[in-house]
T-cell receptor
Framework: NAGVMQNPRHLVRRRGQEARLRCSPM?????VYWYRQLPEEGLKFMVY????????ESGMPKERFSAEFPKEGPSILRIQQVVRGDSAAYFC??????????????FGPGTRLTVT | GENVEQHPSTLSVQEGDSAVIKCTYS??????FPWYKQELGKRPQLIIDIRSNVGEKKDQRIAVTLNKTAKHFSLHITETQPEDSAVYFCAASTPGSQGNLIFGKGTKLSVKP
């Protein structure tokens, strides 16, 4: 059973470009969470999605950031017009259970975004 | 909303000694408390978790204790080994929060051989 997959592992973008980060959850998991980790800091929740639905986006900046989890294919976190402050590691985690059932979350390897 | 504080931020122990990391949380409704280990450049890995209906849980050299009254939980690692060196994160989840985890800022554990 493959774990959570993320790609690309490393992404370099110039200021003003768009970044697209992909996350494929573990087989059988239909709940995806995105977290951002700044250097030397903990993980900050961004958004929680189920297939075709955004359930909670309270941690995601309202501008430039968007997320989706289509019926087919991976979940995508999109950052438009990136700025240097967006440089961070972005992790997704998947869970087999709905949020309130307190399912364990399993993390992917992360995408390290560098904005130059 | 929930807030999780983690101490210490760095911890250095000799191989074979025990290590204890403590976290406090603010929302008394929180009921799920996982611990993650993150090695440099790697993904966070779930090492142990505890739910609010349990006071203690053990898995080999790792144990977690929960004090609901005081709103704190701790990670205990016994007989530490150099490969235990990593950053450890505690987290808490609250009913109604859709399961998203609120993380502490991490503890960098160094085990000296």
């Amino acid at each position: 059973n493959a774990g959570v997959m993320q790609n690309p592992r490393h992404l370099v973008r110039r200021r003003g470009q768009e970044a697209r980060l992909r996350c494929s959850p573990m087989k059988g998991h239909s709940h995806v969470y995105w977290y951002r980790q700044l250097p030397e800091e903990g993980l900050k929740f961004m958004v929680y999605l189920q297939k075709e639905n955004i359930i909670d986006e309270s941690g995601m900046p309202k501008e430039r950031f968007s997320a989706e989890f289509p019926k087919e294919g991976p979940s995508i976190l999109r950052i438009q017009q990136v700025v240097r402050g967006d440089s961070a590691a972005y992790f997704c985690a998947s869970s087999p259970l709905a949020g309130d059932a307190r399912g364990e979350q399993y993390f992917g390897p992360g995408t390290r975004l560098t904005v130059t | 909303g929930e807030n999780v504080e983690q101490h210490p931020s760095t911890l250095s122990v000799q191989e074979g000694d025990s290590a204890v990391i403590k976290c406090t949380y603010s929302d008394s409704a929180s009921n799920y408390f996982p611990w993650y280990k993150q090695e440099l450049g790697k993904r966070p890995q779930l090492i142990i978790d505890i739910r609010s209906n349990v006071g203690e849980k053990k898995d080999q050299r790792i144990a977690v204790t929960l004090n609901k009254t005081a709103k704190h939980f701790s990670l205990h690692i016994t007989e530490t080994q150099p490969e235990d060196s990593a950053v450890y994160f505690c987290a808490a989840s609250t009913p109604g929060s859709q399961g998203n985890l609120i993380f502490g800022k991490g503890t960098k554990l160094s085990v000296k051989p």
